[in-house]
C-alpha cells in the first residue's frame, strides 16, 4: 500500500484510495522538526527522487540507533539493545518513538489518500494508549 510507486502501478484504479501508514509523507501540510530537516537534506542529495515512508522509517532507525548507543555510553550490543528497550518521546521523522513493554513502537499513525492521481497525506491520528 505504501509504494511510492502504487499511482504507477494501479493507475485510476487506486484513485480514492485511502490508508494508514507511519506519520510522514512529503505532502504533509505540518511536519514535526526532525521531518522537516530529513526532508531537506533528502531534497538536497536526491532532487529527482521524492522521499518516502519507507526511507524515513531507516532514518528513523538510525535515529533510535544513535540515541541508544549514545545513552548506553558503550558500542556493547547488550548495553545498546537495553537502551532501544527504554526509547521513550525519542523525536523521529515519522514523531515521537516511544518503545513499549512489548517491544513494539508507540507512535502517530497517518492516512493518506490517492488524490487525483498523487499520493496526499490526510492527516494524523494520535492512538490511545
Given at each position: 500500500m505504501d509504494?511510492?510507486?502504487?499511482?504507477t502501478l494501479?493507475?485510476?484504479?487506486v484513485?480514492?484510495f485511502?490508508?494508514t501508514?507511519?506519520a510522514y509523507?512529503p505532502s504533509m501540510?505540518?511536519m514535526?522538526?526532525?521531518?522537516?530537516?530529513f526532508?531537506?537534506?533528502?531534497?538536497?542529495?536526491?532532487?529527482?527522487k521524492?522521499p518516502?515512508?519507507n526511507?524515513?522509517?531507516?532514518?528513523?532507525?538510525?535515529?533510535m540507533?544513535?540515541?541508544?548507543i549514545?545513552?548506553?555510553g558503550?558500542a556493547?550490543?547488550?548495553?545498546?539493545?537495553?537502551?532501544?528497550?527504554?526509547v521513550?518521546?525519542?523525536?523521529t521523522?515519522?514523531?515521537?518513538?516511544?518503545?513499549?513493554?512489548?517491544?513494539?513502537a508507540?507512535?502517530?499513525m497517518?492516512?493518506?489518500?490517492i488524490?487525483?492521481?498523487?499520493?496526499?497525506f490526510v492527516g494524523?491520528?494520535?492512538?490511545?494508549?
Open positions: 509504494n511510492p510507486e502504487i499511482v494501479g493507475g485510476d484504479a484513485e480514492g485511502m490508508h501508514t507511519f509523507d501540510p505540518e514535526n522538526e526532525t521531518a522537516k530537516k526532508t531537506e537534506e533528502w531534497n538536497k542529495i536526491h532532487p529527482d521524492a518516502n515512508v526511507c524515513a522509517l531507516g532514518y528513523d532507525c538510525y535515529i540507533l544513535k540515541d541508544a549514545e545513552r548506553a558503550s556493547d550490543p547488550e548495553k545498546i539493545r537495553d537502551a532501544l528497550e527504554t521513550k518521546d525519542l523525536p521523522v515519522t514523531g515521537m518513538t516511544t518503545i513499549n513493554a512489548t517491544h513494539d508507540e507512535k502517530d497517518g492516512i493518506v489518500e488524490r487525483g492521481g498523487k499520493k496526499t494524523i491520528v494520535v492512538p490511545e494508549v
